[in-house]
C-alpha cells in the first residue's frame, strides 16, 4: 500500500510487454509476484525468476504452482546470473532492488544483466529514482531509515540512468515517476547495442 504497488507493477508490467516466444529474466524476483503476473499476461513467454535466497524461491514456486503457470527458478545473487547459464534473453528486469545496494553492487547488477541480455535486449527497472519535489526527498526519508541512506541517496539524486549508460546500455529512458507515499518510483527501459 505504500509504495502503491498495483499501480507501479501495472505499468512496469505495460512497459514489459511480454510476447510470445521471449523469454524474459526477472533478477532478484523475491517470492515471484512480477514474474508470475508476465507469465499471466502471456502464457508463450519463458518467464526466469531468478533470487539468492533458496526459501523465498520456495515460496516463489509454490505461489506460482498456485496460480497455475510455469516459471524457471534460478537460484543466484542479481551479480552472478552468468553462473546461471540462462541464455541470452530478449528482457530482463528488476524491481525495488537498487535502492537496497551500495554503488560498487549497483553497478555490478547493471553489467550482469547487460551480459545476460542478447544484442538488441532490453532493461527494464522499477525503483526509487530521482525525487525531484522537497515532499517526495521527505517522503522518502522513510525508506532511507530502513534501508541506509547510503544504500539510497544515489538514486534520489538520480543516479540509475548514468549507471545504465555506464553498463553500455543506450537509449536509456526514464518513461514515468510514479509518486507514493514513500517517495516517487520511476520506471526506465534501457536497449543492448
Same mark, same amino acid.
Given at each position: 500500500?505504500?509504495?502503491? +504497488? ?13 510476447? =510470445?516466444?521471449?523469454? %524474459?529474466?526477472?533478477? +532478484? ?7 508470475? /503476473? ?8 519463458? $518467464? %526466469? !525468476? $531468478?533470487?539468492?535466497?533458496?526459501? $523465498?524461491?520456495? &515460496?516463489?514456486?509454490?505461489?506460482? @504452482?498456485? =496460480?497455475? *503457470?510455469? &516459471? ?5 545473487? !542479481?551479480? @552472478? /546470473?552468468?553462473? &546461471?547459464?540462462? !541464455? ?7 524491481? /525495488? ?7 560498487? #553492487? ?6 550482469? #544483466? ?6 538488441? !535486449?532490453?532493461? %527494464?527497472? =522499477?525503483?526509487?529514482? @530521482? ?11 522513510? $525508506? ?15 543516479? /540509475?540512468?548514468?549507471?545504465? =549508460? ?5 537509449? *536509456?529512458? @526514464?518513461?514515468?515517476? &510514479? ?15
Amino acid at each position: 500500500m505504500l509504495t502503491r +504497488e498495483k499501480r507501479w507493477r501495472a505499468a512496469l508490467l505495460r512497459l514489459v510487454a511480454p510476447a =510470445a516466444g521471449e523469454t %524474459i529474466l526477472d533478477v +532478484e524476483c523475491g517470492t515471484g509476484s512480477f514474474a508470475i /503476473l508476465m507469465k499471466q499476461s502471456c502464457a508463450d513467454a519463458r $518467464v %526466469i !525468476g $531468478v533470487d539468492p535466497d533458496p526459501a $523465498v524461491l520456495t &515460496i516463489a514456486s509454490g505461489k506460482a @504452482e498456485r =496460480a497455475g *503457470v510455469t &516459471i524457471d527458478w534460478r537460484q543466484a545473487m !542479481g551479480d @552472478e /546470473l552468468a553462473a &546461471i547459464g540462462t !541464455g541470452p534473453v530478449d528482457k530482463a528486469t528488476l524491481s /525495488l532492488v537498487f535502492h537496497q545496494c551500495l554503488m560498487p #553492487m549497483k553497478r555490478a547488477i547493471v553489467v550482469a #544483466m547487460h551480459r545476460a541480455l542478447r544484442p538488441g !535486449g532490453t532493461l %527494464i527497472v =522499477a525503483d526509487y529514482g @530521482e525525487q525531484r519535489s522537497r515532499m517526495m526527498r521527505l517522503l522518502l526519508r522513510q $525508506v532511507q531509515r530502513l534501508d541506509g541512506y547510503a544504500n539510497t541517496q544515489a538514486n534520489a539524486d538520480g543516479v /540509475l540512468p548514468s549507471v545504465f =549508460a555506464e553498463a553500455g546500455f543506450r537509449k *536509456v529512458a @526514464e518513461h514515468e515517476a &510514479i509518486p507514493t507515499p514513500t517517495g516517487s518510483i520511476s520506471l526506465y527501459s534501457a536497449r543492448k547495442a
